[in-house]
């Protein structure tokens, strides 16, 4: 059967039959095409969709051809649906393809409102979708990615139900008025075939809860998922203590990577930066070390033992056989928030407080006893080595870095209570005010604290001050991301913020007379106090040029000031090591210029494929400083956390391939000095307690077992990179 586009028509009353039989859901669901009611008919309407007719199963099997939105649309013939006593709509679906396949779902009212879910169905066997009939998100329960799906639910009486509940759904719905359920594949680049069965409806008072069920049972007592198996997945006490005594014997037998034997440069006692000629040609810049040897740094953030816990206080429904230690100091503690509450990060998430656990650290003692934590920096400090890594990144244990005679870096925070800026995201919290004085005072008492016992240290490369600023996104299209901090400034009242007065005071100096400001914004000005309320920006425009050229040097402003602060109060306590940057993620070119201007090496957080996918090296090299990437991973979904990371690859199999092209990427570009991984273990699948990222993006799982084909491809990397490197 055809479904042409635009075209309607009512549902035969063989079809709705065969759509209202299949599966059963229950004495209590509700079909949404009734077969006890033939009367009450069904409208289907489609786009580029193609009906087979109804198979034996029940189902009818729908292909959607490659076309941008090719989409399949049920609805009541007559009225809307009253789904106000149902807790989700349900259909019988399976993906007919051998890959896996997106699919949107779309619930939408009569009066055009819609809940609205996307669906990566794998190949198999059909499965019963549960969409909610309300918002839900993975944070609801604590986590920033939700579960694997489907997965077997199983009752008490021996049934099985293979469930793929959404657990992502956005948009709002009156559930009396129900006027349509789509289902659309978008962009298909080939047809692709989905099999749709029965559609119903299950009421609240059935006892079913689908989505607190996809959450149920979801954790072992090893802190894995419980929803596949994988390489390397530790399924007994035994197995874990038989994994480690077969590293240690490998490790053993690792020599150390050969350094730098070309000739030295000027030995200062500490690590600087310096251009020096390239073969085959131009100059390259270089770390030198404290001995005078080139140096390009190749690092592991958070290589720590501690850190990543978990909050199970609320959520024991989600473990399986807690063990006994989830009450020992040594694994366990009772955490606070840290994030701001309206902060990107903490928004929308439950579960940031209570009791947690740390699996990781339970794991180490379960397989190396009391002495777990010397034995776990020992093995630690081999594999480093033993993958070629040279540097221990940001936010690793501080005993790790003594005992591991690697250099390192150092992070500090700047806290307290001065003004700050939204950029209208603050996924970490709003963009400090460097106008303030009290964050001048801020700085001086962080740097000083934070560089005390490291001003003589020469295996310290230098200091990141603060980490993934909200600067707003200079590669958006969006004016309100492009130009956030001057937006947010403009929008706060000048007698509490010194940014506003510090933007006024701009604005004097690059117009004098308020009426010209006034004509060149297009804003009705009579007096440059009436700037100091809170004001709603204008949006820049071909046609008014100086809104975005004001708004530019407001960001160059705001950017010179902040650095140009924690410079000299950094280097006014310690010159002797490098100012490391900011840890950019969202950047503007202001900030990155800058940046430039004030730090010794400029650091990006960048999550590509390659540096060239998405780095403007000609622009980056023009300011004449070198760079450092302090983060980038790949991840997949297939052994574990339940998140992909920032950059996810099909499986894991592919990561170690992943990570050699963005190294090598790196070591073609001679402004880059170094490429730092993040990070060290697999976060935990429930979440880590500061903000619920649970990705699989380690070097070693939440059982301390390397990933053995990942980190036997990185080393190769590391070695390769090293030594093209010191050839030149």
Partial sequence: MSVAPALSFVLPVWLLLLLGAGWSAGAQAQ????????????????????????????????????????????????GAWDWRAASAFKVHLQNAMAWPVTVRVTVRDAGGAALQTELGLPPGPPQTVAVPLAPVSPRAYGLLAAPTMPWVRTDPAGGAERMFVATDVRGALDPAKVASVSFEIPAPAAPQVLRIGKLFTEPRESGRDDLRDAYSGLIDSFGQSTRGDWPQKVTSLAALKAAGAEEDRLLARQ?????????????????????LPAAPGGERWWLIDPDGRRFFSIGVNAVRSRGDDTIIEGREFMFVDLPPQRDDPRFAQVREPILPADSGAARGRAFTRGRSLDFYRLNLWRRDGDAFESRWRARTRQRLQ??????????????????????????????????????????????????????????????????????????????????????GDG????????????????????????????????????????????????????SWAALGVPLEPPKPSAERPAIAEDYSAFLALHADTYFGTIQHELKRVDPNHLYLGTRFAMRTPEAVAACARWCDIVS????????????????????????????????????????????????????????????DSVVDNPDFVGAHWFQYVDEPASGRWLDGENMHIGLVSITDAPWNDFVGDVAQANRAALKRLMQQ
């Fill in 31 to 78: 079909p949404v095409a009734d077969p006890g009611q033939p009367t009450v008919d069904v409208a289907i309407a489609g786009d580029g969709v193609q009906l087979q007719p109804v198979d034996p199963e029940g189902f009818v099997a729908a292909r959607f051809e490659p076309v941008t939105a090719p989409v399949l649309r049920f609805a009541p013939s007559r």
């Fill in 255 to 275: 020599v150390p990577p050969a350094g730098d034997e070309g000739p030295r440069r000027l030995a200062t006692g500490f690590f600087r930066v310096e251009r």
């Fill in 386 to 471: 033993a993958w070629s890594f040279n540097t221990v990144g940001n936010w690793s244990e501080e005993a790790l870095v003594r005992d591991a005679q690697l250099p390192f870096v150092k992070p500090i925070e700047v806290a307290g209570e001065f003004a700050t800026i939204s950029d209208g995201l603050d996924y970490w919290g709003r963009a400090p005010d460097p106008f303030d004085q009290r964050f001048t005072q801020a700085v001086r008492q962080a740097v000083e604290a934070g560089t005390r016992e490291l001003r003589t240290e020469r295996r310290l490369i230098g200091y990141f001050v603060d980490n993934e600023v909200a600067w």
């Fill in 475 to 526: 590669g958006s299209d969006d004016w309100r991301r492009r130009y956030a901090l001057a937006i947010g400034t403009l929008r706060q009242d000048a007698a509490a913020s010194p940014a506003k007065r510090a933007f006024i005071d701009l604005l004097k100096r690059r117009h004098i007379d308020v009426r010209r400001l006034s004509a060149l914004w297009g804003v009705r000005l009579t």
């Fill in 604 to 663: 990006f957080n960048l999550y590509l494929p390659t540096l060239a996918a998405g780095f403007d090296a000609q622009a980056f090299r023009k300011l004449g400083r070198p760079a450092l990437l302090t983060e980038f991973h790949f991840g997949a979904t297939d052994r574990g956390p339940f998140g992909g990371g920032v950059i996810a690859v099909p499986r894991s199999s592919e990561r170690g391939r992943a990570y050699r092209a963005m190294l």
